[in-house]
């Protein structure tokens, strides 16, 4: 959040498949070598850009998983155990 605040309508995260624009919002990305999973925990929205399009992910637990060489696939709601899997990893010990 706080380095968002430094400019947070141009707050950027490169990957090898995309490029996140991240608004407001609480961020979840896996990168593998071909594939890229990206939801929206809470928040505005996320822009995904790629070189086959964009997708916006403007709904808190909604996501996309992206791979090398494919269309860009339709946003969805992410079931509890992805959505677990990504909270568990960016949640600091209690």
Do not use: H
Request: zero cysteines; a neutral charge; proline letters at 9%.
């Amino acid at each position: 959040g706080g380095l968002a605040a430094l400019g947070p309508d141009r707050f950027k995260v490169r990957t090898p498949l995309a490029v996140l624009a991240v608004r407001g919002t609480e961020v979840w990305g896996n990168v593998a070598s071909t594939l890229l999973d990206v939801t929206m925990l809470s928040g505005t929205a996320v822009d995904v850009i790629t070189s086959g399009g964009v997708v916006t992910l403007a709904t808190p637990e909604s996501g996309v998983t992206l791979m090398e060489g494919q269309p860009v696939p339709p946003v969805k709601q992410w079931g509890a155990p992805k959505l677990a899997y990504a909270r568990a990893a960016v949640a600091f010990p209690e």
